[in-house]
T-cell receptor
């Protein structure tokens, strides 16, 4: 009974490159959430997705960031033209249908921008 | 907009002490409140979840309370051990997201 799977665990990019972070939810879960944790800070909500649908993206930066959760395959958080300030831990969570109040977290992807 | 505050930001205690971590939130319209543990460079481990209709939850040496009307929660750790050293995060749930505090970094000295 695998939990929320995120990969890669660590990602290094140079400024201007693209970063793609993947998240596979727990089996039977149809909702995915992305959170960002900057150094020395708590987690901040970014986006909430269901299959093929963005439900709430109120925490997403206006530029360079996008997220998707296709009908098949993992959810992807994409950061274009990364900058040093994007260095952070990105956590994905999933929840079962109808229970967005209970979220299970993955181990996170730590992005370092050189 | 929901805001979650955790006090203190850091705490250092000798092994064996009982301790209390505090969490406050500004909007009492929550579904539940959850306490997590985070070890350096690691993910989140859920410790306790209190539904909005509940007053407290217990698991082993941990006890969490919730006073929704005053917007407060406490996490009580009994007989602390060096293995309890970690950052403890409080999070409140709305319909669509969790709002986290900045955490309390706990160090238990042997």
């Amino acid at each position: 009974n695998a939990g929320v799977m995120q990969n890669p665990r660590h990602l290094v990019r140079r400024r201007g490159q693209e970063a793609r972070l993947r998240c596979s939810p727990m089996k039977g879960h149809s909702h995915v959430y992305w959170y960002r944790q900057l150094p020395e800070e708590g987690l901040k909500f970014m986006v909430y997705l269901q299959k093929e649908n963005i439900i709430d993206e109120s925490g997403m930066p206006k530029e360079r960031f996008s997220a998707e959760f296709p009908k098949e395959g993992p959810s992807i958080l994409r950061i274009q033209q990364v900058v040093r300030g994007d260095s952070a831990a990105y956590f994905c969570a999933s929840s079962p249908p109808g229970r967005s109040d209970i979220q299970y977290f993955g181990a996170g992807t730590r992005l370092s921008v050189l | 907009k929901q805001e979650v505050t955790q006090i203190p930001a850091a705490l250092s205690v000798p092994e064996g002490e009982n301790l209390v971590l505090n969490c406050s939130f500004t909007d009492s319209a929550i579904y539940n409140l959850q306490w997590f543990r985070q070890d350096p460079g690691k993910g989140l481990t859920s410790l306790l979840l209190i539904q909005s209709s509940q007053r407290e939850q217990t698991s082993g040496r941990l006890n969490a309370s919730l006073d929704k009307s005053s917007g407060r929660s406490t996490l009580y750790i009994a007989a602390s051990q060096p293995g309890d050293s970690a950052t403890y995060l409080c999070a409140v749930s709305s319909a669509r997201q969790l709002t986290f505090g900045s955490g309390t970094q706990l160090t238990v000295l042997p």
